[in-house]
């Protein structure tokens, strides 16, 4: 499935940072306690703008991850409003920019917005593209007996069934083994 860079990245982003919900966890652990797991995930998604990265910002994050969440429990149709909401709640106004060695892409706040609101934003115009291109059957929560992660597939038949964060693919391919061998000397 092909989207632009900046939807793929915003994704991405979006994918990292709802599984750091403990209700995404398969050890219900939180991954986002600190203003250190704070500056690891912007080392990882890049986002221009203005950073404090002080206890507001962490908490305002911390804060948008369940409604980002909620695009994974939604259908093509409920998503709508609810990225209507993120667009009308971030005063979202898309407009082309390029910098940084980055080719044309789109910013839809204002810089010194906060980077809770940059990050709901771009979450949001990216599932714009996803809900316009009828691509939401992409947008999966892992498929493992024991894992609530969640994902983007990406793959060219639609066929993935296993997020990346915990191996999840591999544990159930080696379960599924376990209980054929098992079977087969019962």
């Not at 947008?139 to 007996?145: E, G, L, P, Q, Y």
Request: charged fraction near 25%; hydrophobic fraction near 40%.
């Amino acid at each position: 499935m092909l989207f632009a860079r900046d939807t793929t990245q915003a994704l991405a982003a979006a994918v990292d940072l709802v599984n750091t919900l403990p209700a995404t966890a398969t050890d219900g652990a939180d991954r986002l306690v600190d203003r250190a797991d704070l500056q690891r995930f912007l080392q990882v998604h890049r986002y221009t703008g203005s950073f404090t990265g002080d206890q507001r910002e962490l908490d305002a994050v911390r804060a948008i991850r369940p409604r980002l969440h909620e695009l994974w429990l939604a259908d093509r149709t409920a998503a709508v409003p609810l990225v209507n909401g993120m667009l009308r709640d971030g005063h979202a106004l898309p407009q082309l920019v390029i910098h940084e060695g980055y080719d044309w892409h789109i910013h839809a706040t204002r810089d010194d917005a906060t980077f809770a609101t940059r990050v709901l934003v771009e979450t949001a115009m990216a599932f714009v593209d996803v809900i316009r291109l009828d691509a939401y059957e992409r947008v999966r929560i892992c498929s493992a007996d024991d894992c609530l992660s969640v994902y983007i597939d990406y793959s060219k038949n639609g066929s993935k069934r296993y997020c990346d964060t915990g191996n999840c693919g591999n544990r159930m391919n080696v379960n599924a083994y376990r209980r054929r061998k098992a079977a087969e000397t019962a």
